[in-house]
């Protein structure tokens, strides 16, 4: 079974442009939530989805956005990148989102901003 | 305050030799689920062992055992016999919602970075 795939693995841009990373999740996994890990923050949750339906978010500005789509990939989008936007961002996926489930991560995509 | 708290930013310790990371968590909910992840330099997040507060029984995957304190509020990793490719980032990380029901996002550690000697 193939695990929960993010792409792209690496990513540079320049202060002001936006961005768009993708989730794929295991298969059968209807729960996608993506996280932001800095050396300074450590790991924040951003937000939640399930059944293309936003279920919960963090605490990060508007410019911080997803979607979800029929076959529970998704993406998250980032307009007027700042400096302080570079990170890990990871992805995660579970069946449904249930809080005795399980939770297994993507491999992230390391976004520069210059 | 602090939700979760790993105390131990590094550690070394002697390959072979059993390691405990230690992690307190702080929630007023019944319903709730303990995590494990192992984060190598490469960057993925690897799970490796999950505690729901109601389960009775320590979790256990294969090298890897949780010792459970609900009382304490205590989520501890034991990894025997440790390994030279267990050197890594360990993060602790809980969830928190209704049993059987949709959750909130996890809120992390700051992480132990243990290192295998050999």
């Known amino acids: 079974k193939a695990g929960v795939t993010q792409t792209p693995r690496y990513l540079i841009k320049t202060r002001g442009q936006q961005v768009t990373l993708s989730c794929s999740p295991i298969?059968?996994?209807?729960?996608v939530s993506w996280y932001q890990q800095t050396p300074g923050q450590g790991l924040q949750f951003l937000f939640e989805?399930?059944?293309?339906?936003?279920?919960n978010k963090g605490n990060f500005p508007g410019r911080f956005s997803g979607r979800q789509f029929s076959n529970s990939r998704s993406e998250m989008n980032v307009s007027t990148l700042e400096l302080g936007d570079s990170a890990l961002y990871l992805c995660?996926?579970?069946?449904?989102?249930?809080?005795?489930?399980?939770?297994?991560f993507g491999s992230g995509t390391q976004l520069s901003v210059l | 305050a602090q939700k979760i708290t790993q105390t131990q930013p590094g550690m070394f310790v002697q390959e072979k030799e059993a390691v405990t990371l230690d992690c307190t968590y702080d929630?007023?909910?019944?319903?709730?689920?303990l995590f494990w992840y192992k984060q190598p330099s490469s960057g993925e997040m690897i799970f490796l062992i999950y505690?729901?507060?109601?389960?009775?029984q320590n979790a256990t995957e294969g090298r890897y055992s949780l010792n459970f304190q609900k009382a304490r509020k205590s989520a501890n990793l034991v990894i025997s016999a440790s390994q030279l490719g267990d050197s890594a980032m360990y993060f602790c990380?809980?969830?928190?919602?209704?049993?059987?029901?949709?959750?909130?996002?996890?809120?992390f550690g700051k992480g132990t970075h243990l290192i295998i000697q050999p």
């Open positions: 990380a809980m969830r928190e919602g209704p049993s059987g029901g949709g959750a909130d996002g996890l809120t």
């Open positions: 989805y399930f059944s293309e339906t936003q279920r």
């Open positions: 298969s059968g996994h209807r729960s």
């Open positions: 929630t007023s909910d019944q319903s709730y689920g």
């Open positions: 505690q729901g507060s109601y389960d009775e």
């Open positions: 995660a996926s579970s069946g449904q989102g249930l809080t005795n489930e399980k939770l297994f």
